[in-house]
T-cell receptor, first 117, second 112 residues
């Protein structure tokens, strides 16, 4: 079974600085997607960024980028120029083609990010 | 921008009562899901729904739970005879492609 692990329960960063959130996963599948979701205090789940495993190039979305290391099964999220609005819980999630028609996402435990002014 | 809408935002119910959580997925999406998040814990998959039937359910999704797409736009989660441990945030999600789910804002269920 696939698993997703986020080993940092909490992280903090100074406003305008850069922070990296870690995620590792375990799978025997070769074709899958990885995601980072943001959950602010409102508790809505917001998709931040997506990485397709067959793409070697790391995904970027404005100030958010990932470091995808397929062999190491590592998928970290880098937030540059951190803003107060980035404060939230961040979840790493996995979807594999072995899920068939289901589309089930497997989530990590989450990392709470605090941004200090 | 299209979004997934859930109602109510907060529901308080007495133990043993039935609740129905409602969701309106994004209109052209084909795949629908329910997830649960107990406070402070990770998000857990409950059930996926495609082509008017359940395509996968987790061990959490026992006979107490059921899902329905009654009218082609709504997607509901029914919990019969609620228990205290059912208190959680329930998220509906939908996707056009299997791998990219868009989540609603959640319904906080409190069982007292």
């Amino acid at each position: 079974a696939q698993t997703v692990t986020q080993s940092q329960p909490e992280m903090s960063v100074q406003e305008a600085e850069t922070v990296t959130l870690s995620c590792t996963y375990d799978t025997s599948e070769s074709d899958y997607y990885l995601f980072w979701y943001k959950q602010p205090p409102s508790r809505q789940m917001i998709l931040v960024i997506r990485q397709e495993a067959y793409k070697q190039q790391n995904a970027t979305e404005n100030r958010f980028s990932v470091n995808f290391q397929k062999a190491a099964k590592s998928f970290s999220l880098k937030i540059s120029d951190s803003q107060l609005g980035d404060a939230a819980m961040y979840f790493c999630a996995y979807w594999g083609h072995g899920s068939g028609n289901t589309g089930k996402l497997i989530f990590g435990q989450g990392t709470t990010l605090q941004v200090k002014p | 921008e299209p979004e997934v809408t859930q109602t109510p935002s907060h529901q308080v119910t007495q133990m043993g009562q039935e609740v129905i959580l409602r969701c309106v997925p994004i209109s052209n999406h084909l795949y629908f899901y329910w997830y649960r998040q107990i406070l402070g814990q990770k998000v857990e998959f409950l059930v996926s729904f495609y082509n008017n039937e359940i395509s996968e359910k987790s061990e959490i999704f026992d006979d107490q739970f059921s899902v329905e797409r009654p009218d082609g736009s709504n997607f509901t989660l029914k919990i019969r005879s609620t228990k205290l441990e059912d208190s959680a945030m329930y998220f509906c999600a939908s996707s056009e492609e299997k791998f990219e789910a868009f989540f609603g804002q959640g319904t906080r269920l409190t069982v007292v």
